[in-house]
Structures are given as C-alpha cells and as structure tokens.
C-alpha cells in the first residue's frame, strides 16, 4: 500500500519460528517515496513505518482532483470515478453487485474504526450499506490491543483500510470478512528501522536464517488461508502479504522449497472454490533485498505459487469526470513499482503454456493488473490516525488484489456458482478482442526490470480488464 503523504516501506517477513514472534509483511508500503532507483527501507525484525512528516494532514473532506494536485502534485481518484474506469458501474446498475457472495481479506491489524470507516465511505460513496465481519485468530499468542499511536501498528492497520473499502467499492452487496490473524505486543514494540537502511534481512542473518525466518512467516499467511476457507467457504480471498522468493530460499536465486512445499494446500483451497488473488510487490521487479542492498531480481509469494491469481499494479489516467486521457500504463513512480517477473521455485503453469516464449518455463507474474499507481491514488476513509480523521490517496498492489477479488464475486453472482481457478479462462480470454482483457503496451516496473509490449509480459501481465466484459465472459466459464 502506498500512501503518498506517508514515508515509504518494503516489510518483510520475520521469525524464528513458529512458534516465536513471526511478522508477516504487506506486499504493499507507504509513503512519499523516493524515485524506484532509490533503495527503500526494509526490516526483517518486524514491519514499521516512519511517522508522517509534520506537515501531513488527511484531507478532511473527499477533496476534488483539482485539490489533489495542488495539495500532493497528483491526482486522486474518488471511487466513483474509479468504478466508471473499470465499467464496475454499469455491472452494478444490472443488478451484479456481489449479493450473496462473499470476500476474504487476510489482515494482521484492524483498527477499532473498521467498521465506521467503512460506513463513512459507503455513504460518501452512495453506495450500500456494508456487510462486514471481523474473525480474529491467534495461532500464537494473544492479540495485541489495538493503538493508534503505535507506527507499527497504525501502518498495519491502514492495509485493512484499504482492502475492505476496494472490495465494498467493486462488490457493494458481497459479505466482507476481515480474517486478522493477530500478533502480540511483542511484535509491535522492536525498534522501528533507521532510514535509510536497504536490507531486507540483517547482515547478521545467515542464509539459514532469512530461509527458516520465511518459511515460518509464509506458513502463518498459509494458515490464516486455511482458516478463512473452513470458517467461510469464500468467493474470493485476498492476500496484500508476502515474501520474497529470493529471501525465502536463503538468500539466493535456487528454488525456495520451504514455498514450494505449501502448494498442495493452496491448489486445495481453489479446487473446493475459493479464488486466490496477491499482490505482486511495490518494489518492482528487483527489489533491493541483496548484499547491501543491492536490487536482485526476485518475486513475490504467494502470489507466485500456480494456484493463486498474481495481481500487479498499473496507472490510470483520468481526468476530473473519470474519462481516460490515455491508456493505462504499467505503475511505476514516486511511490515504488509493480511486482513481476520469473519465478525461480515454480514451473511454468499449463495455462501459460501460450506465453512460454515470454516466461520460458518458469512461473512467471503478474497474471493481471489493476489500479496501484501512487501518482493517481483511489481516495479511503480512515478515522484512527493520530493526525484526525478524513481522506488519503492510496496505491499500490495491494489495492489491486481486493479489487479483482471484487470482480470474482460479481463473476461468481453471474454465474450463481465459485469459479475457483480462473487462470485458464482469464488467458483464453487475452486472446479474445471482446473477451474483456485490455493489453497494456507502455511502462515497465522498476529498475532491472522488464517492459510492457504487445501480449503477455513480465510488467503487465496479460493487461487490465473492462469489467464490464470480463466478468459476464468469466461466468459462463464451468464450475471450478
């Protein structure tokens, strides 16, 4: 999640173990970020943001674009407008609303403003009024109290923000369940990193430890996946956490076996029906996790494993009324860059078997991409920062996974059944002009990585959607 007022993030995820303090991270950071070149601050003991700077303010009012630009030198898009971009208003105005189906955010902190959040920006909105419900975990302890004051924490807490408000803005009739797999005091009281600092994983961390450390952290997001799919039979769960594949496997480019190990369980969970989306990462497509820093190219999990749809982030452009100036770019800017790339523990999917000449025979990601760009933030509501209540602009690929998740349960309403896996579908219908897929031919995600082209690539995936399309093609798909 990038929030342009905030000061930039790369979390990572820590452990021992199991059963000691584990963090997990957000596929998401915020802040005002330096250009993509500049290393970002990262900490493998537990994910801390910076304060916002002394001049930071949340706009009090739903601010016009006009206001955005003067304010933060770049637009802002109110969900109205966002929805009228993806053609989301036209499915709603048919009745596709996400009624009767139901969408899992996978969170570690949720504020005590959630659900009033929530309303505010429902009613704002005009839309309807949310279902929303909160189911609390504690695989390994008590769960810490919730504190606002707390960097740490009130970070964390904006990721549940934004996921819960992407989804309600997509899918206003779907059920929302918040699955926060919570975390002690204990993991919210370690020094907050210095900036400036670029690793990802201490100096004193042995390969071992940054392996061990990943593994205990991925299997902790695992878990909280296979609570949510037996509490809840969901649509769609959405993920805006993850790990590196590099760090996973030790520091280094071989496969990450501890990931790959889990991939029986996710491919179960989307056979029973549940469609996985993850975000791909905002440090592009090498993040700067190598020796002191240095940028190696490196994808993220879970996103990477087959079974889960890899969500990447673009840019729209949109002027005040929600027109597009141009066509959509690859996200890349102040605030970080899309996710993607090959992935070094997986092979290559059947369903990419007709992009092979892009991916070779690795996995490769993201699959799609929608909405992250920071330089044309969708505007939440949040009423528990320590600077007051009121409205930010937000990116990041973290705003794209709920998002699509959205679309599934619009998909899943239309169909009257779970999809599961739609990847076959969803690259059948990139070779379809009317199949609701849109290529995205320009920009490229970071430094040391890849360019959009004609077709699939490895910044943009197969492109962005008209929901529109998209989701009445994906219903008529078979039961997954």
């Not at 299997?219 to 590099?246: K, N």
Request: proline share 9%.
């Amino acid at each position: 999640m990038i929030i342009p007022s905030l000061v930039p993030l790369r979390r990572s995820l820590a452990a021992t173990s199991v059963a000691a303090l584990i963090v997990a991270v957000p596929g998401c950071a915020g802040g005002p970020a330096p250009a993509p070149e500049t290393p970002r601050t990262s900490s493998a003991a537990a994910p801390a943001a910076s304060p916002p700077s002394a001049t930071f303010r949340p706009f009090r009012h739903l601010p016009s674009q006009a206001t955005c630009l003067r304010t933060l030198g770049s637009a802002c898009y109110t969900a109205d407008l966002v929805r009228g971009a993806y053609g989301v208003d036209k499915l709603n105005s048919a009745g596709i609303t996400g009624k009767g189906r139901t969408v899992v955010v996978y969170e570690e902190v949720v504020p005590d403003t959630l659900k009033k959040d929530l309303e505010t920006f429902s009613a704002t909105m005009r839309l309807p009024a949310p279902d929303l419900t909160v189911d609390r975990y504690a695989p390994i302890g008590h769960i810490a109290p919730f504190d606002a004051t707390n960097k740490k924490m009130a970070d964390i807490a904006l990721e549940a923000t934004l996921d819960t408000q992407m989804v309600h803005m997509l899918a206003p009739d779907a059920k929302i369940v918040v699955t926060q797999i919570g975390l002690p005091q204990r993991a919210f009281t370690s020094p907050s990193p210095v900036p400036g600092t670029p690793r990802a994983v201490p100096e004193a961390a042995s390969a071992e430890e940054a392996r061990r450390s990943a593994a205990a952290g991925a299997a902790l997001i695992l878990d909280g996946i296979a609570q949510s799919a037996r509490r809840h039979h969901p649509d769609a769960i959405s993920i805006s956490f993850g790990i590196e594949e590099y760090t996973a496997a030790g520091n280094n480019h071989a496969p990450a076996r501890d990931l790959a190990a889990f991939r029986p369980a996710l491919a179960e969970v989307v056979a029973d029906g549940t469609t996985l989306t993850a975000s791909t990462g905002d440090t592009g497509a090498a993040p700067p996790i190598g020796p002191g820093g240095a940028r190696v190219r490196s994808v993220s999990w879970p996103a990477s494993d087959p079974s889960v749809l890899a969500l990447g982030g673009s840019r729209l452009h949109l002027d005040g009324q929600g027109r597009r100036t141009r066509p959509d770019t690859v996200w890349r800017d102040r605030g970080g860059a899309s996710g993607g790339g090959p992935s070094q523990t997986f092979a290559r999917p059947r369903y990419q078997d007709r992009v092979a000449h892009v991916v070779g025979g690795r996995r490769g990601t993201p699959d799609i991409v929608m909405d992250g760009s920071a330089a044309g933030g969708t505007l939440v509501y949040q009423g528990f920062l320590p600077a007051g209540r009121g409205w930010l602009t937000v990116g990041g690929t973290s705003e794209a996974a709920p998002m699509f998740a959205a679309l599934v349960a619009l998909a899943n309403q239309k169909a009257g059944h779970r999809l599961g896996d739609i990847h076959q579908q969803l690259y059948g219908l990139a070779t379809d002009p009317r199949g609701g897929v849109i290529d995205i031919t320009e920009g490229n995600n970071g430094p040391n990585g890849f360019q959009a082209k004609p077709g699939y690539d490895l910044a943009s995936g197969l492109g962005t959607v008209d929901a529109a399309v998209l989701v009445p093609r994906l219903a008529q798909a078979p039961r997954g």
